[in-house]
C-alpha cells in the first residue's frame, strides 16, 4: 500500500485499534520497547527511552489508561491519517481526546504521532 489516505474509515480501523489497545497496554506496563514497535523510524527516534520512561514514571495518565475506549473518526491530509479516540481514565473521571498519525514508511503502515490530550 503506497497510499493510506486510499484506505476506507473501517479499513483503517482495522489498523489502528490494535495498535491503540496495545500502546495502552504497554503504556500503563511501562514498557517501553513494545510501546514504540510500531513508530516510524523519526518518531522512534524522537520517542527515546529517556524521555518516555519520565512520562512512564511521572504520569498518572499514562500509568493508568482504561481499556474503554471510543474511536471517533478519521481527518485525512497530505500522505497521512489521523485516527482520533475518546479515552478514559481508570481513576479520573473524564475523557481525553487521543490521537494516532498513520502513514507509509517503506511500504508499510506506522505510527508517525501519537497524543493524549
Same mark, same amino acid.
Given at each position: 500500500?503506497?497510499?493510506?489516505?486510499?484506505?476506507?474509515?473501517?479499513?483503517?480501523?482495522?489498523?489502528?485499534?490494535? =495498535?491503540w489497545e496495545e500502546l495502552i497496554k504497554y503504556s500503563n506496563?511501562?514498557?517501553?520497547?513494545? +510501546?514504540?514497535?510500531?513508530?516510524?523510524?523519526?518518531?522512534?527516534?524522537?520517542?527515546?527511552?529517556?524521555?518516555? &520512561?519520565?512520562?512512564?514514571?511521572?504520569? !498518572?495518565?499514562?500509568?493508568?489508561?482504561?481499556?474503554?475506549?471510543?474511536?471517533?473518526?478519521?481527518?485525512?491530509? &497530505?500522505?497521512?491519517?489521523?485516527?482520533? +479516540?475518546?479515552?478514559?481514565?481508570?481513576?479520573?473521571? &473524564?475523557? =481525553?481526546?487521543?490521537?494516532?498519525?498513520? &502513514?507509509?514508511? !517503506?511500504?508499510?503502515?506506522?505510527?508517525?504521532?501519537?497524543?493524549? +490530550?
Open positions: 500500500m503506497t497510499d493510506i489516505t486510499k484506505k476506507t474509515d473501517e479499513e483503517l480501523y482495522e489498523i489502528a485499534k490494535p =495498535w506496563n511501562k514498557n517501553y520497547l513494545m +510501546f514504540v514497535k510500531n513508530f516510524s523510524r523519526s518518531l522512534r527516534e524522537g520517542a527515546n527511552e529517556m524521555e518516555i &520512561g519520565k512520562q512512564f514514571a511521572r504520569s !498518572d495518565l499514562a500509568q493508568n489508561l482504561s481499556k474503554d475506549y471510543d474511536v471517533l473518526g478519521t481527518i485525512r491530509r &497530505g500522505d497521512y491519517v489521523t485516527v482520533l +479516540f475518546k479515552q478514559r481514565h481508570k481513576k479520573k473521571e &473524564g475523557e =481525553w481526546l487521543g490521537r494516532m498519525v498513520l &502513514g507509509i514508511e !517503506d511500504g508499510q503502515v506506522k505510527i508517525f504521532s501519537v497524543s493524549l +490530550f
